[in-house]
Every structure is written in C-alpha cells, then in structure tokens.
C-alpha cells in the first residue's frame, strides 16, 4: 500500500552448471513402431491433464508458443523448479527418443531415473533431444520437464516421446477402484467445490480426473477440487475417475449435479465495505468510536509481513496475537463488526516473496486465519517482489488456493495497481494465472489513484474497473454481472502521492456506481487519513484536504453491493 514505501531488493543465488553426460544410447526403434506415446503433448487441450506441475506451478498459456495455440508455463520459484512430469506405459529393452522446444534460462528434460539434457535459451524456443533404452522388466517411465530455481518461468511445447507403447510387456493393468462419496462443497456463479473418497489401487493412484458429462475439465491429486469458468445459473453433472502411473482409469463415480448461483447482483455473494486501519503509524483512532460515528462494520487491517522465517507478524515486528493489533480486533468484534487482514503491502518483508514455497505460504496464512477464526483474507500484491514477479504471483495464488480449500467458506481477496485504463501487463498476468491455477479467487480489487491519472479521479477511476471487468470477462468467460460481482475498488482519499485529490463528493460518486454496478467490495486507504487537514499534503494522520472528521469512512458504510 502507498505511504509505506522503502526501495529493497533480494539477491538470486547464483546458479553453476555442469554438463551432463548422457549414457546408454543404442538405434532408435523402427519407425514402424516409433510413435509419440505423450498425451497431450503439445498442451493443446487448454488443460495440464496428464501432465502434474510441482507446487501447483505449471499453467497452459497462449503465448508465446512454438506450435498450435497452447504451451506450457511453468513459474519456478527460489525453492520449486516446477517440474512437470508425466508417466507412461513403455515397453522393457526399448530404446526411446524424448525430445521438445523449450523456452527459458536453464531448462531441463528428461526422463526419471534415467538421461536428460538442458539448455539456456530465454528469447527464444529452442529443441532439446535425448534418448534411453528401458530396463529389462521396466513398463513405465516418468517424463519430465523444468527450469531452475531463481531463474524465472520457462515455458515447453511440442513434448515427443517417440516409440512403442506398453501394454504388450507385462505391465501393470489393473485399474484402481472408482471414488466414492462425490459431493459438493460449495458453489458460486462460477465455480463448484467437489470432495470424494480415496480410490485404492495395487500400485498407488497418481491422480483424479474431474468430468463435467464426457469433457475431463480439471485433474487433480488429491480428494477435493475446484472446478472455475463455469456459466452462472447453469446445472453441471460431475463425475471423478482415478488413475494410477501405468495410465489405468477407474470406472467413475457416482455422479453429482449441481447448479451454479445466480450470476445478476452479484455471483459470489460476498460484499464487503472495509477501509483500512494501521495501527502501527498515523496516530491510529479508536475503532470503535470509528463505528459508532459512521455504522461501519469491517475494516481492513494492515499488514500482515515476514517478521523472518516465513513467520506472519503485524508489520513484521508487532507479535501476531496479544498486541494493539488483536486489541483494535477484539473492539471491533465486540461492537458487531469484522476484520479482513491484509497481506503485504508497498513495502517491508513480505510472506509472498519471502516464504520458500506455496505450501509454507499457506501454512504462514493459516496460521493467522486459526488465530482469528477469519471469514477472508486479502493479499495485496505491490512493488517488484511480489506484483512483477510472476512466479511469486504463482506461488501467492497456489497458496490461496490451498487455504481456500483448507477452510470452506474463506473468501480470497488479491488487490493489486492499475492503469486508467485497466490492469496493466503483471495485473493481466496474475489474473491470468488465477485462471490457469484454478485459484477460485472471489474478489479482484484495484488500487485506482498512483497512476498519474489527472484530475479526473471519478472517470479514471470508472474507466480502471471498466478495463478489469473485460479481462475478467476475456479471461473467466463471465458476463458482465458475474465479472463484477468480482471486482472491488481500493482506492485514497483526499491527495495521493501524486497529488491526486479524491474529494468526499467524488468519493461518494465512486460509491454510488459501485453499487449500481454490484461490485463486492470498497475500501480506501486510510481511516487513518479520514481527518481534515487543508494544505496538509500526504501525510499519514490527515487528508491534505478540507473535510468533515471520518467523513470518507460514512461513505464507505453506504456500499451494499
């Protein structure tokens, strides 16, 4: 968040390479046999099936490719070199030949257990080709792909495996059994939550296969799925299937039907007016007496940051519990209202960047959910550690994604910078990957002031969400009440750094089409500002601006969606 800013910068561990030697080549089988035995090798389904992503970091994209419409993206992190395998039925004392374009620094293929090769090529898609011959009792092999840590993403198309299929040397062919107990768990206007019940099998099951009718639109490895993008007020039938390494389908479920909400006033049905309160600066106010003046009932609390160790403290210094932190919380529950912390922010050490994978970012954002039994949780994505770096962004919604599931009913919020014109390249990226990741992300919320926008703060404002509800729209395939029912503005009142002066009667029109748009959410920073000071500048205690005393704060309690 603004106000808060302080320049910083982490060092990427250097990377040393070694080549690697590749043994065991023998003459490729006839072509009579030889054939590519990958499914889904060029990624042109849309979907990762069969392929499985380390850390959840892998997504289909659409630029830039190498051949068709599709490719694969993998975000690797300082900790995950989001490999993507998938496992084949082979033929024992075969010789076969792997090969694929790749994109990237250091980007590695393979075979598990067996030869693989690399290559540096971050401009431009380049081929990798090795070859193995398979045990004499081996009927299955793992094929992977990955980049390198601290190296950023790398992508991989047209993926080979050329050479004859198993099935005739003995394998394993036994299915595992069909899931039970399918049911849903929750649904909005766009997506349906599904659980089920482990499948068992000789070998082990790799994965879950989630139809809608006859198309596998998700596939999973554990018992519980989100499936997103699906029309409002429309009824799915869903069906799970396992699958275990040697490519063997179960028989299906039984089958689940559900209708998804109503897209019209609002899909998620979640709206929320919640300006933030800090209470570690800017002479922090009573919130209770907040309340009482204006009928507010949910602040936004910031920020939750990195006190080290991938350990979640108020600032990153003020104790995650026993503080004026759970303090101003406690005040605040007791006169009826709620809190939505805030992850994050323009500055300090942040659990996004800083924790080392997806999973211990979930396990840092569940520890602050268990201690205040929260009903949402925003990530405010900013600065180039977290908002233009795209694996972080991955990781920052696998994560949400995983505590999603973790806590039925929990609401994700993810605010992020904007253009006058809408989300810029990394805000169309993290909404991408929330799409791509399945991360069933209920709010988007822009920050509309910082943006060198003029005057005109309502219009540049309107004109922002404008351009956010298309790429929802483009990019979910919702109409426009559903795209909206996603959206929230953060915005500044008063004067922003940049002199931008949002006045109560513009901030009250911002209000007032928010809610006959039905967007989800309104906030603004600060409560801490919402005092008069003219000719005051940007200071953390005051406006700049003439203005009555929590004036932008009864405002804000008049959004009903």
């Not at 790799?206 to 989100?226: M, Q």
């Not at 799915?236 to 063997?248: C, E, H, I, L, M």
């Not at 924790?355 to 959910?369: D, R, T, W």
């Amino acid at each position: 968040m603004t106000m808060l800013r302080r320049s910083r910068h982490r060092l990427l561990a250097l990377l040393g390479t070694a080549a690697l030697a590749l043994a065991g080549a023998v003459a490729l089988p006839g072509t009579a046999q030889a054939a590519n035995i990958l499914t889904n090798p060029g990624f042109e389904t849309g979907g990762l099936s069969p392929w499985s992503c380390s850390g959840n970091l892998g997504s289909i994209v659409s630029s830039p490719v190498h051949g068709g419409s599709k490719a694969l993206a993998g975000a690797a992190s300082s900790s995950d070199n989001a490999q993507c395998t998938q496992t084949v039925s082979v033929q024992p004392n075969t010789t076969y030949s792997l090969s694929g374009w790749v994109r990237g620094s250091y980007v590695y293929l393979g075979v598990d257990g067996g030869a693989s090769t690399w290559t540096t090529s971050p401009s431009a898609y380049s081929q990798l080709t090795v070859s193995f011959t398979t045990g004499a009792s081996q009927t299955s092999a793992k094929i992977y792909v990955h980049g390198w840590y601290a190296q950023g993403t790398y992508y991989a198309d047209d993926i080979s495996l050329d050479g004859p299929g198993g099935g005739g040397g003995g394998g394993d062919t036994q299915a595992p059994t069909a899931p039970t107990n399918l049911k849903s768990t929750g649904k909005t206007s766009s997506s349906v939550s599904l659980s089920w019940s482990a499948s068992s099998d000789n070998v082990g099951v790799t994965a879950y296969d989630i139809y809608s009718g006859s198309n596998n639109v998700l596939s999973v490895s554990g018992t519980s799925a989100t499936v997103s993008g699906l029309s409002s007020s429309t009824a799915y039938s869903f069906t799970v299937k396992a699958r275990d390494a040697a490519g063997n389908r179960s028989a299906a479920s039984n089958a689940v039907s559900v209708t998804t909400d109503a897209g019209g006033g609002g899909g998620t049905g979640f709206k929320q007016a919640a300006p933030y309160l800090y209470e570690g600066w800017g002479d922090p106010p009573n919130p209770t007496t907040v309340m009482s003046a204006t009928g507010i009932k949910w602040f936004t609390m910031a920020f939750v940051l990195d006190s080290g160790g991938c350990t979640p403290a108020w600032d990153g210094s003020r104790a995650l519990t026993g503080g004026v932190d759970q303090t101003a919380i406690n005040q605040i529950r007791s006169a009826g209202g709620d809190i939505v912390p805030s992850f994050g922010g323009w500055q300090g050490s942040k659990l996004g960047a800083n924790c080392s994978s997806a999973s211990a970012l979930a396990g840092a954002l569940q520890k602050v959910i268990d201690a205040y039994g929260l009903k949402a949780i925003d990530m405010d994505i900013e600065n180039t550690d977290e908002f233009e770096n795209e694996a972080v962004q991955a990781k920052i919604l696998t994560a949400l994604k995983t505590v999603k599931a973790n806590n039925p009913g929990l609401k994700t919020i993810v605010t992020f910078g904007t253009s006058t014109t809408g989300p810029t390249y990394y805000g169309n990226r993290l909404i991408e990957q929330a799409q791509s990741l399945n991360a069933n992300i209920d709010v988007f919320t822009i920050m509309p002031f910082d943006f060198g926008g003029g005057s005109d703060m309502y219009g540049n404002t309107v004109n922002a969400t404008e351009g956010l509800k298309t790429k929802l729209k483009s990019t979910f395939g919702w109409d426009d009440a559903t795209a909206y029912s996603h959206i929230g503005i953060s915005g500044m009142n008063g004067l922003s750094d940049q002199q931008e002066n949002t006045t109560p009667a513009i901030w009250t029109s911002i209000r007032d089409w928010a809610n006959s748009h039905h967007i989800a959410r309104l906030a603004y920073w600060s409560v801490n500002r919402d005092r008069s000071c003219p000719g005051g500048g940007v200071v953390s205690n005051c406006s700049g601006i003439s203005q009555s005393t929590w004036q932008f704060t009864s405002i804000t309690a008049g959004f009903t969606g």
